[in-house]
């Protein structure tokens, strides 16, 4: 709940990076689980993403799950209007300040690493994967736990 005279939780987030297959997904998934339901909260990228099993498998040591999910394009989106776009990736970021040039639109850049590149033990990428997770899980609880940056 947002702290007193705290700003007011945006009612609706896209989080958005380059594919929609590791970092996006991931903010979308940690976001719901400490966001008020009434906040409508997704996810997509600026090009077509596959899914990546070290999202579900760190997701899960969370006790979270993507479900079903599959990565879409931002341009795949019904609906392109939010509150507030938290943009990934440099590329996400350039594509949201395009979006919302005559939009009244929130965009925040937090520059998170890609662990796509991580190499050597499966431990090692996993590790990798964790971090950009927690960095992300703290960025959030930062963000949104007082209702203001």
């Given at each position: 709940m947002p702290a007193t005279g705290a700003a007011p939780l945006p009612r609706s987030i896209l989080f958005l990076c380059g594919m929609n297959a590791i970092r996006s997904p991931m903010a979308e998934v940690l976001a719901r689980k400490v966001l008020p339901q009434a906040t409508?909260?997704?996810s997509a990228g600026v090009r077509a993403g596959a899914r990546d099993p070290f999202v579900d498998a760190?997701?899960?040591e969370k006790g979270l799950t993507l479900g079903n999910r599959q990565p879409q394009r931002l341009d795949e989106m019904e609906d392109a209007y939010f509150d507030l776009i938290v943009t990934l990736a440099p590329?996400?970021?350039?594509?949201?300040?395009?979006?919302?040039?005559?939009?009244?639109?929130?965009?925040?850049?937090?520059?998170?690493?890609?662990?796509?590149?991580?190499?050597g033990t499966r431990d090692r990428i996993l590790d990798a994967y964790?971090?950009?997770?927690?960095?992300i899980e703290q960025r959030i609880a930062a963000r949104f736990a007082a209702g203001g940056p």
């Open positions: 409508f909260v997704a760190v997701l899960a590329e996400a970021h350039h594509a949201a300040l395009e979006l919302t040039r005559s939009m009244a639109v929130d965009v925040e850049y937090w520059p998170t690493a890609d662990p796509s590149g991580a190499a964790r971090d950009v997770r927690d960095r």
